[in-house]
């Protein structure tokens, strides 16, 4: 098994950053990648970025540029720096894992970013 907790979610200005944090504990070493997941009332769970064992990584349009996925291995823990935040950002961000096939199944309970403008 593997958990995930999230950290690092709050209230911030259009404009400003928020980085989160993903720390993983357990069977880690058969995790593939690591993804962060958000939600926003009245619509679906989207992938805004993701991160596989070999680097490569993906944003999804809506965060290029202005959103960066990394990791500290010392640290089994996952970030997502978030710049220049925009009111549509705002949502519940979930960390997840893929498993050795590749699937996410493993899931955090979320941080709420909420960004004002």
């Known amino acids: 098994q593997v958990q995930l907790v999230e950290s690092g979610g709050g209230l911030v200005q259009a404009g400003d950053s928020l980085r989160l944090s993903c720390a993983a504990s357990?069977?880690?070493?058969?995790?593939?990648?690591m993804g962060w997941f958000r939600q926003a009332p009245g619509k679906e769970r989207e992938l805004v970025a993701s991160?596989?064992?070999?680097?490569?990584?993906y944003y999804s349009e809506s965060v290029k540029g202005r959103f960066t996925i990394s990791r500290d291995n010392a640290k089994n823990t996952v970030y997502l720096q978030m710049n220049s935040l925009k009111p549509e950002d705002t949502a519940v961000y979930y960390c997840?894992?893929?498993?050795?096939?590749?699937?996410?199944?493993?899931w955090g309970q979320g941080t709420q970013v909420t960004v004002s403008s």
């Open positions: 357990g069977r880690t070493f058969i995790l593939t990648g």
């Open positions: 997840a894992a893929r498993n050795s096939g590749g699937e996410y199944e493993y």
């Open positions: 991160r596989r064992r070999s680097d490569a990584t």
